[in-house]
C-alpha cells in the first residue's frame, strides 16, 4: 500500500513538469521506440546537450533500425566519434541486427524481449517503453536514483545491492497508472535540471516540503557514496608510421580488438616501450626514420583507470609499408575515410594535420 508521500509525489512532479518540463528535445517530437532508444542510450554517461547533435546527425543517417542494422560497424563507430562508451555504439548496431532478424524490424513491445538486447538494462528498457509507449515500467537511472535517495531519505551506497533493491521499491511504488510518459520524463528532468548532484536548485523543487534531505539537512550526504577506489594509471608507447601515399600523408592505423578499451575502434598500435616498438616497425615494415619533433603525450581518463599514450613517430617509405591484413589501413589526414577512431586519437591526428599544413 502507497504511503502518502508516495501517493503525493507523483501528483506534484507532474504538475511541476507541465511547468518546468522539458518537452521540445529532438526525440520528442517523435518519440518512436527507434529513436527513444537511440536517444536514452546516447545520454548514458552523456549530457542532453552534448548528445543532441549526435542523435541528429544519427537518426539522419539511420532513420530507422533496418538502416542502422544494414549499415557497416565502421560508420556507426564513425558517427559515434566524441561521445565516447563506445560499447554503446556496438551493442546498438548488435541490437539493430537482432531486432531485424528476429522481430522482423519491429522493435519488442514487452519488458522482457527489451532487456534482452544487447547493451539494455531494466532501466533503459522501461524508459523506452515508457516514453514511446506509454507502459507502466519505472526506471532507475542515476538522475533517478539521486531524487529518490533525497526525497525518501535512503541511505548507503547507491550501488550497492541492497540500496539498489530500496530505490526500485521506491521507484515502483512512486510509478503512477496514468501519464506514464510525461511522469517518467519528468522525473529524469528534475534529476537532470534540478536535484543536482552539487547545488541543487531545492527552492525549485516541486518536493521541497517532503524532502527528507532537505529537511533533515543530508542534502550533501544523500545519496551516498560509492566505495572509493584507488585510481590505476597505464603508459604505453603509440606508434605513429607515417607515408606519403598519392601525394597524401597517411598513418598506419590498427583495428582494436572487439573487447577492451576502444574496442572495435582504429587506432596506431600500441606497445609496452618504444624498443618494442621500433623492433615491430623494422619486422613489418622495414627502415623507418624518427621524426625529430615530437608529438605531445597523450591522456585519457577513463571511468576506472588513467592512461597516457607516449607517442613515438616515424616516417617510412610507401612502397615499403603495405599494410598485411584487413584489420590494418593508412589513414589519410586530407581525405580521413569513415571509420571510428577513438576521440584522443581523432585529436592526435588533427594536431598531427596541423603540422603538415593541413586544416581539419
Known amino acids: 500500500m502507497k504511503t502518502s508521500l508516495e501517493r503525493r509525489f507523483s501528483k506534484q512532479l507532474l504538475a511541476w513538469f507541465d511547468r518546468h518540463g522539458r518537452k521540445h528535445l529532438p526525440w520528442q517530437r517523435k518519440p518512436t521506440p527507434y529513436r527513444v532508444w537511440i536517444s536514452?542510450?546516447?545520454?548514458?554517461?552523456?549530457?542532453?546537450?552534448?548528445?543532441?547533435?549526435?542523435?541528429?546527425?544519427?537518426?539522419?543517417?539511420?532513420?530507422?533500425?533496418?538502416?542502422?542494422?544494414?549499415?557497416?560497424?565502421?560508420?556507426?563507430?564513425?558517427?559515434?566519434?566524441?561521445?565516447?562508451?563506445?560499447?554503446?555504439?556496438?551493442?546498438?548496431?548488435?541490437?539493430?541486427?537482432?531486432?531485424?532478424?528476429?522481430?522482423?524490424?519491429?522493435?519488442?513491445k514487452d519488458l522482457a524481449t527489451v532487456e534482452s538486447l544487447p547493451g539494455i538494462g531494466r532501466s533503459t528498457a522501461g524508459a523506452i517503453l515508457a516514453l514511446a509507449g506509454n507502459q507502466r515500467h519505472p526506471i532507475l537511472d542515476g538522475n533517478v536514483k539521486r531524487v529518490l535517495a533525497r526525497v525518501f531519505g535512503i541511505e548507503g551506497d547507491p550501488g550497492s545491492a541492497p540500496v539498489v533493491a530500496a530505490l526500485w521499491e521506491?521507484?515502483?511504488?512512486?510509478?503512477?497508472?496514468?501519464?506514464?510518459?510525461?511522469?517518467?520524463?519528468?522525473?529524469?528532468?528534475?534529476?537532470?535540471?534540478?536535484?543536482?548532484?552539487?547545488?541543487?536548485?531545492?527552492?525549485?523543487?516541486?518536493?521541497?516540503?517532503?524532502?527528507?534531505?532537505?529537511?533533515?539537512?543530508?542534502?550533501d550526504s544523500l545519496p551516498g557514496r560509492k566505495r572509493t577506489r584507488v585510481r590505476p594509471s597505464r603508459q604505453t608507447t603509440l606508434l605513429i608510421v607515417e607515408a606519403v601515399r598519392d601525394g597524401d600523408p597517411s598513418i598506419l592505423m590498427h583495428r582494436r580488438p572487439a573487447r577492451g578499451v576502444w574496442g572495435g575502434l582504429w587506432?596506431?598500435?600500441?606497445?609496452?616501450?618504444?624498443?618494442?616498438?621500433?623492433?615491430?616497425?623494422?619486422?613489418?615494415?622495414?627502415?623507418?626514420?624518427?621524426?625529430?619533433?615530437?608529438?605531445?603525450?597523450?591522456?585519457?581518463?577513463?571511468?576506472?583507470?588513467?592512461?597516457?599514450?607516449?607517442?613515438?613517430?616515424?616516417t617510412c617509405r610507401a612502397g615499403r609499408s603495405q599494410p598485411g591484413d584487413a584489420d590494418r589501413i593508412w589513414y589519410p589526414l586530407r581525405t580521413p575515410p569513415r571509420v571510428g577512431l577513438p576521440q584522443p586519437i581523432r585529436r592526435l591526428l588533427t594536431e598531427l594535420g596541423a603540422i603538415r599544413g593541413i586544416s581539419g
Not at 530507422?64 to 546498438?92: F, M, Q, S
Not at 521507484?171 to 552539487?198: K, N, S
Not at 618494442?276 to 571511468?303: I, K, M, N, S, Y
Open 40 to 108: 536514452e542510450v546516447m545520454l548514458q554517461q552523456t549530457q542532453v546537450v552534448t548528445a543532441i547533435p549526435f542523435f541528429e546527425r544519427f537518426v539522419d543517417r539511420f532513420p530507422n533500425v533496418r538502416a542502422l542494422a544494414a549499415a557497416p560497424l565502421d560508420e556507426v563507430l564513425h558517427l559515434w566519434t566524441g561521445l565516447g562508451y563506445y560499447a554503446r555504439a556496438r551493442n546498438l548496431h548488435a541490437a539493430a541486427q537482432v531486432i531485424v532478424s528476429k522481430h522482423r524490424g519491429a522493435f519488442p
Open 170 to 219: 521506491k521507484a515502483e511504488a512512486c510509478t503512477p497508472t496514468g501519464r506514464i510518459a510525461g511522469y517518467t520524463q519528468a522525473i529524469m528532468d528534475l534529476g537532470a535540471t534540478v536535484c543536482l548532484r552539487a547545488r541543487p536548485a531545492c527552492e525549485a523543487c516541486p518536493m521541497i516540503a517532503d524532502c527528507v534531505a532537505r529537511r533533515t539537512g543530508r542534502i
Open 267 to 314: 587506432a596506431p598500435p600500441e606497445f609496452g616501450d618504444e624498443a618494442q616498438a621500433l623492433a615491430w616497425c623494422r619486422r613489418e615494415l622495414g627502415v623507418a626514420r624518427r621524426v625529430d619533433t615530437p608529438l605531445r603525450p597523450v591522456d585519457h581518463a577513463f571511468t576506472h583507470f588513467d592512461l597516457r599514450l607516449i607517442p613515438l613517430h616515424v
